[in-house]
């Protein structure tokens, strides 16, 4: 079967073995780029990239796949919280392990979630970063009424612009670079940010952007940390004085009421302009090597490519 494994500085199309051993078995319909996979081809990777997958498994059965794998036997796997699991860096897909952009690929059953009504398999790759800004929200404790900002406006900021609004949220603040962030921010429900805020969701992870967050946040209200950062460069000092909380969020989990990732799919399939916005193109995984190269050039305007094997 065909696979995009990293092949530094790019990405190759080979030839890998079809998957064997335990959990089930999916045919890969859509998977799509990560700013993550760039920096893992940058960091030397040579695994099969692809966390963001979408597809169906051997019955028919439409599903996207949570990417975050845990040990499934440890005390906060067996509480649904795989993404805290010790054994996660070990089965980093694409980094550690090989990931799913492939034309076949086999996961844990936990792993799977099946897709609601309303949600296709072609757009169902991007429920995996969707959960991601979900998480953050949920951990900062998102509720209607409340006045959330988002510093960031890559893929993961807009979907926390369009997880804030699903949650309720009226007042959504963003501050993304480019212009058409900007336009589908404001399609989304969001606007530029003004004022104090009581969640702030940092999606860029760069210095500045956590520093303008803990600006944003109003005194008391939380700062809930999506981007990796390579810095100790704490906003130290902005932070003491008003008691902002900082909140790191880390991939997505189940919960009380849930799952993340369930959460994050229905949401989509609730409102299809979120996928629509977001998919700015499509290649088949032949043309991986091109996909890549659009992925990673800010001037084509690209949020999140999907391969489509």
């Known amino acids: 079967m065909r696979a995009v494994r990293s092949a530094p500085p790019g990405v190759e ?10 959990g089930a078995l999916v045919r890969i319909r859509s ?3 990560c700013a993550s996979d760039l920096g893992y081809i940058a960091a030397g990777s040579r695994f099969v990239l692809g966390h963001e997958l979408a597809g169906t498994t051997e019955d028919g059965t439409a599903v996207t796949i949570e990417a975050i794998f845990g040990c499934g036997a440890c005390d906060l796997c067996e509480q649904g919280l795989r993404n805290l699991c010790a054994t996660t860096a070990t089965t980093a897909l694409g980094v550690t392990v090989d990931g799913g952009m492939s034309e076949w690929y086999r996961v844990p059953e936990t792993a799977l979630v099946p897709l609601p009504k309303g949600l296709p398999v072609a757009d169902a790759s991007l ?4 959960a991601v800004s979900w998480h953050a929200l949920r951990l900062c404790g998102v509720v209607p009424g409340m006045r959330v900002a988002v510093v960031g406006g890559g893929a993961l900021g807009l979907l926390a ?7 309720g949220v009226d007042e959504i603040g963003l501050e993304a670079r480019y212009p058409h962030q900007i336009a589908i921010g404001e399609a989304l429900g969001a606007r530029a940010a003004e004022g104090a805020y009581d969640v702030v969701i940092e999606a860029a992870g ?13 005194p008391g209200g939380s700062v809930g940390i999506l981007g990796l950062h390579h810095t100790n460069a704490w906003p130290f000092h902005t932070v003491f004085l008003k008691e902002v909380r900082l909140v790191p969020s880390i991939g997505y989990c189940s919960h009380e009421r849930g799952r993340d990732f369930a959460d994050a799919a229905a949401m989509l399939a609730a409102d299809p302009a979120i996928g629509e916005a977001l998919i700015t193109h499509r290649f088949p995984l032949e043309d991986a ?4 190269r659009v992925a990673a050039d800010k ?3 690209a949020l999140r490519v999907v391969l489509e094997p």
């Open 13 to 22: 199309v080979v030839d890998v073995d079809e998957p064997e051993g335990p």
């Open 31 to 33: 998977a799509s780029i």
């Open 127 to 130: 429920v995996e970063p969707a």
């Open 161 to 167: 612009v369009a997880g804030a609004r699903a949650m």
């Open 206 to 218: 760069s210095e500045s952007a956590l520093a303008r967050s803990a600006e944003l946040a109003r």
């Open 289 to 292: 090597p091109e996909a890549f």
């Open 299 to 301: 001037t084509t305007g």
